[in-house]
């Protein structure tokens, strides 16, 4: 595989690549790195971002999120972010879990956050990022989600795995 492609977040490899079964294909892929995602709780509500994204040329619900910079811790990390993005800064942070987020061209693997007893500091925005914060009540959350209106799958995976396993 050879780097075409060096960028300021990530490179693309393309090339011939040699399966386990020996059979040689042709690949393309996006060498990303790790990344984290923060759900920010505080009693019965999630902190959202409303972000604009480009790619998509329009605003969107999301989880607060970002990358590992080099040799960073991901709990770090995900208190860096979230301070970066809403502001608010965790007393606890608790790991829930971890995922590639598409495996079939991209390596980025994605540590979940839970992020509890919060302090709001002033959120400090890299240039660029346009991003909103709202509170939204659990139950709105799912609403949400089920509505099509959280289209983000790192925010749909974070709210449904704190739902389904962590929530009681």
């Given at each position: 595989m050879k780097k075409v492609f060096e960028g300021r977040k990530f490179d693309i490899y393309a090339g011939e690549y040699r399966l386990p079964n020996n059979v040689t294909v042709y690949r393309e892929y996006v060498d990303f790195g790790e990344s984290v995602a923060i759900l920010p709780i505080r009693d019965n509500e999630i902190l959202l971002i409303k972000q604009f994204r480009m790619p998509i040329n329009k605003w969107i619900y999301e989880v607060p999120a970002g990358t590992l910079e080099e040799g960073e811790d991901p709990s770090e990390c995900a208190v860096r972010e979230l301070i970066e993005e809403t502001g608010y800064k965790p007393r606890?942070?608790?790991?829930?879990?971890?995922?590639?987020?598409?495996?079939?061209?991209?390596?980025?693997?994605?540590?979940v956050?839970?992020?509890?007893?919060?302090?709001?500091?002033?959120?400090?925005?890299?240039?660029?990022?346009?991003?909103?914060?709202?509170?939204?009540?659990?139950?709105?959350?799912?609403?949400?989600?089920?509505?099509?209106?959280?289209?983000?799958?790192?925010?749909?995976?974070?709210?449904?795995?704190?739902?389904?396993?962590?929530?009681?």
């Open positions: 606890e942070i608790i790991h829930l879990f971890s995922m590639y987020l598409s495996p079939g061209y991209s390596n980025e693997y994605m540590h956050y839970l992020a509890r007893d919060l302090e709001y500091v002033g959120a400090r925005p890299e240039k660029g990022e346009l991003i909103n914060i709202e509170w939204v009540r659990l139950d709105r959350a799912l609403d949400l989600i089920r509505e099509n209106s959280i289209e983000d799958g790192k925010s749909i995976a974070a709210i449904l795995y704190y739902v389904t396993f962590y929530h009681r």
